[in-house]
């Protein structure tokens, strides 16, 4: 048996699931604001090669074995790259990384000089420069010039080696130590090799470029946009 209601009843109900719509879309939770596009890749990349020792240790967080892996190529004097630590990095860290989900490797691309030499800091240990920073003081020390970026990058005196040594106090260089890892010659051919070996090898060439489980990805990534890539692949 079809029941008929009457037209008032039907513009009601009519009415009520387009408020409902609205109210949806106002939230943020319509269907249409729930999918998110996959971020399309630029390339293949051969893992096993990838992953293969290079020409400084590999700064890596997480799980060896976790079934993602990511490894990210930048430049400390990219904008986009800074975007991408500074709005990114932590969440994916805590819901992928620090779980075990994820593996992330950053490697150095300098695009400049400047560049070149906030990567070498961020390599020493500035209590003893001629030696190795361990992994966690080289992400804390990449974090923290990222979020100075615009105040060493681009100083409003134009002097950027002492903006960047007055960032790097912060971090504990002392005029003596921020000099002796600058002058370190080997470490600049190995930062240097290591933005070869990228460009090379695997096709970067521009930042932040990002190789994950086989496939090369170009540009800045959102929490939205790198979650629903890494949760495809799990």
């Known amino acids: 048996m079809t029941i008929s209601l009457p037209a008032s009843t039907r513009r009601q109900l009519l009415g009520g699931v387009a408020i ?3 109210g949806l879309a106002v939230l943020g939770t ?5 999918a998110v596009d996959l971020p399309e890749a630029s390339g293949k990349v051969d893992m096993a090669k990838v992953l293969q020792p290079g020409p400084l240790p590999e700064m890596a967080l997480g799980d060896e074995k976790a079934r993602v892996t990511i490894v990210e190529y930048m430049s400390m004097t990219c904008p986009h790259c800074a975007h991408f630590h500074n709005a990114t990095f932590d969440a994916i860290k805590t819901k992928y990384i620090d779980t075990g989900k994820v593996r992330f490797i950053l490697r ?3 695009f400049d000089p400047v560049a070149t030499a906030a990567f070498m800091l961020a390599r020493c240990n500035p209590a003893k420069p001629q030696e190795m920073a361990d992994v ?5 020390m990449v974090s923290m010039l990222f979020k100075q970026q615009r105040a060493w990058a681009a100083p409003a005196d134009g002097n950027v080696r ?3 040594m007055q960032t790097s ?7 003596e130590s921020f000099e002796a890892c600058l002058t370190n010659q080997k470490l600049l051919d190995q930062v240097n090799a290591t933005m070869k070996r990228g460009a ?4 970067v060439n521009s930042t932040p470029t990002f190789l994950i489980n086989g496939n090369r990805y170009s540009g800045d990534m959102s929490v939205e ?7 495809s692949l799990l």
């Open 169 to 175: 106090k912060i971090a504990g260089y002392s005029q």
């Open 108 to 110: 150095e691309f300098p």
């Open 225 to 231: 946009a790198m979650s629903a890539l890494i949760d």
């Open 162 to 164: 002492n903006a960047l």
């Open 20 to 22: 409902s719509a609205a």
């Open 136 to 140: 966690n003081s080289y992400y804390a």
């Open 30 to 34: 319509a269907p249409s604001a729930l």
């Open 200 to 203: 090379d090898e695997f096709g």
